[in-house]
């Protein structure tokens, strides 16, 4: 708050900066709602059934913290290679290469070794979405290609490969396009009975420490954001501006292949097409919601997760299409920009 003297009196000028966010967020769900009733659907009550769905019961408030694991940790991945303003969209591919890490190591003889099978899983699951990201990374470096076409294309190149994989070399017996289940020392342990909970969500978290130390503890994390924030004045202080890139993009598709890993060894006990229902994508607008801080970035992320896991149970319920969900999420990221750019409008001071 600042204080505004007028006539000897002092006055207030009220900070709305913190309640923007929320403002944005209650305005997306009140267009939500009058999309809701154009369908012939109730709001209110559609939305009671989104919060019962997300938050009703042990297994519902499970399930949004299973989805809160992938996010968050994806989100993470985007909001490193963003800090240093690398646009690394391409999480989704990362992710799923992370997940045919953890399958193949899941899959071999060290799979079947209890304690230790897990661990090799996981950073099986990094090193192979860390690989993977290291394509666009190699090409700005040394070609100079933007990186958002690059990643964004690897996307699709992903997807099709795991997709020929799952029907090929990779395809368990039977007609469905499933791989064959990993070991069961290789599956992640679970926190709650009956749930699909594991602990991907401590490693999740685990990961949002170890972002922020290494962000704003480390000379590495240091360099990162210096070439993030000015690449010409970190060049002309000595900076290895091309390691810092190839260094931000192999954490960034490490931990999106993390994320994929756990979705292997935590939920499905295998590879299928479709393991994620583009949680690479979402955790762009989580990135950029939770104006890449993990702190943020864990907010945003369970937000998010309670959005998609009330919209499946409304779908159950009633029969609303989960597409809703993506709508809402778009609708916050619109509004949030809108109030960001309505924070940052200062209008000009008339001349006297």
Wanted: aromatic letters at 10%; one cysteine or more; glycine letters at 12%.
């Amino acid at each position: 708050m600042t204080s505004l003297p007028i006539q000897g009196i002092s006055i207030r000028k009220i900070n709305f900066r913190p309640m923007v966010p929320f403002l944005s967020g209650g305005l997306a769900f009140l267009v939500g709602g009058i999309i809701l009733s154009a369908a012939g659907v109730d709001p209110i009550y559609a939305y009671q059934i989104m919060i019962k769905g997300a938050f009703g019961s042990v297994r519902a408030l499970a399930d949004t913290l299973v989805k809160t694991t992938s996010l968050l940790i994806l989100g993470l991945a985007v909001s490193v290679a963003f800090k240093c303003k690398i646009w690394n969209i391409g999480a989704e591919g990362q992710l799923y290469f992370g997940a045919l890490g953890g399958l193949l190591a899941g899959l071999s003889f060290i799979g079947a070794i209890p304690i230790l099978a897990p661990v090799v899983v996981i950073i099986a699951g990094f090193a192979f979405g860390s690989l993977f990201s290291m394509v666009p990374a190699v090409l700005k470096v040394k070609l100079g290609v933007n990186e958002v076409i690059v990643t964004v294309l690897l996307n699709f190149v992903a997807l099709l490969f795991i997709s020929y994989l799952l029907h090929g070399p990779l395809k368990a017996p039977g007609f469905l396009s499933y791989s064959p289940d990993i070991h069961p020392e290789s599956e992640l342990p679970i926190l709650l009975p009956n749930t699909r909970l594991s602990i991907g969500i401590l490693i999740a978290g685990a990961s949002a420490i170890g972002v922020y130390l290494l962000m704003s503890k480390t000379k590495i994390g240091f360099e990162m954001r210096s070439v993030g924030a000015n690449i010409k004045a970190a060049r002309y202080v000595g900076m290895n501006v091309s390691k810092s890139i190839l260094v931000t993009m192999g954490i960034s598709g490490g931990l999106a292949g993390i994320g994929g890993a756990i979705l292997v060894a935590g939920e499905q006990h295998r590879l299928i097409e479709g393991i994620s229902p583009g949680y690479g994508f979402i955790a762009v607008i989580v990135a950029l919601l939770g104006k890449q801080n993990p702190v943020g970035v864990t907010i945003v992320a369970f937000f998010f997760s309670a959005l998609l896991a009330g919209s499946e149970f409304m779908y159950r319920t009633l029969g609303v299409p989960v597409a809703l969900a993506q709508t809402l999420q778009a609708l916050v990221l619109v509004f949030v920009l809108i109030g960001e750019l309505f924070l940052r409008w200062e209008p000009k001071r008339r001349k006297i």
